[in-house]
């Protein structure tokens, strides 16, 4: 069973073309869902979002069981988790909206900007990323670390320098998750792809709306 991904034979220019549209394909309907959730969710407090939250990963993590056995199940995991992370993440979208509705324009355009360039450059580059992609996961665990630590201590710039490490961190993951989309020879792997890119955008969007949000 190990040794199933090293026979796949490697895909061809077409299909791996197939592969790229698929997997945006998939990010695009989950952005949209998460955008409907968050639209849905807008009166919910920031309790059930919490509560959403939990929800949201164990659809993560159904997602993962059920990519090795049914892409249709997988598929439907990844838009169950663009939804109902929406609606976790409305009531933070909704503060933004009722009091600065500019800053989620910016942000967004700004994450389109950031995805767009690291993604190009992670799909293009022929330096093996995987090396960044191991450090920026033990960065990312720091950071959560950090966070939590934020809770409880008041550092100044705190929110600030966390949103600017999780930008660098996720500059790293994303030019990685947009080489993994271009080196992968199973075309059945779009889900999890999409998955991860879609978490992607999101991260930076959320980190780039608390610089925007905060800079009065």
Same mark, same amino acid.
């Given at each position: 069973?190990?040794?199933?991904?090293?026979?796949?034979?490697?895909?061809?220019?077409?299909?791996?073309?197939?592969?790229?549209?698929?997997?945006?394909? &998939? !990010?695009?309907?989950?952005?949209?869902?998460?955008?409907?959730?968050?639209? !849905?969710?807008?009166?919910?407090?920031?309790?059930?979002?919490? $509560?959403?939250?939990? /929800?949201?990963?164990?659809?993560?993590?159904?997602?993962?069981? @059920? @990519? *090795?056995?049914?892409?249709?199940? @997988?598929?439907?995991?990844?838009? %169950?988790?663009?939804? !109902?992370?929406?609606? @976790?993440?409305?009531?933070?979208?909704?503060?933004?909206?009722?009091?600065?509705? *500019? $800053?989620?324009? *910016?942000?967004?355009?700004?994450?389109?900007?950031?995805?767009? %360039?690291?993604?190009?450059?992670?799909?293009?580059?022929?330096?093996?990323?995987? /090396?960044?992609?191991?450090?920026?996961?033990?960065? &990312?665990?720091? &950071?959560?670390?950090?966070?939590?630590?934020?809770?409880?201590?008041?550092?100044?710039?705190?929110?600030?320098?966390?949103?600017?490490?999780?930008?660098?961190?996720?500059?790293?993951?994303?030019?990685?998750?947009?080489?993994?989309?271009?080196?992968? *020879?199973?075309?059945?792997?779009?889900?999890?792809? /999409?998955?991860?890119?879609?978490?992607? !955008? &999101?991260?930076?969007?959320?980190?780039?709306?608390?610089?925007?949000?905060?800079?009065?």
């Amino acid at each position: 069973m190990e040794s199933t991904s090293v026979l796949q034979p490697p895909l061809t220019r077409d299909e791996s073309g197939t592969l790229l549209g698929q997997t945006m394909g &998939l !990010v695009a309907v989950t952005a949209g869902l998460f955008a409907v959730g968050a639209y !849905v969710g807008r009166d919910l407090s920031y309790g059930w979002g919490l $509560v959403l939250y939990l /929800a949201s990963f164990a659809c993560l993590f159904g997602l993962n069981v @059920a @990519a *090795q056995r049914s892409e249709q199940l @997988a598929i439907g995991l990844l838009f %169950g988790f663009g939804f !109902v992370i929406g609606l @976790a993440t409305a009531p933070t979208l909704a503060y933004y909206a009722s009091t600065n509705p *500019q $800053v989620l324009w *910016q942000a967004g355009g700004a994450t389109a900007l950031f995805i767009g %360039g690291f993604g190009a450059y992670g799909y293009a580059t022929r330096r093996d990323l995987s /090396a960044i992609a191991r450090v920026c996961f033990w960065a &990312l665990i720091a &950071l959560i670390v950090f966070g939590i630590v934020l809770i409880f201590v008041r550092i100044p710039n705190g929110q600030l320098i966390y949103a600017i490490l999780g930008l660098a961190i996720f500059a790293g993951l994303t030019a990685f998750d947009f080489q993994r989309l271009r080196r992968t *020879q199973d075309i059945r792997a779009a889900p999890l792809l /999409a998955a991860s890119i879609f978490l992607d !955008v &999101l991260n930076v969007f959320l980190l780039l709306l608390s610089i925007f949000g905060n800079r009065d």
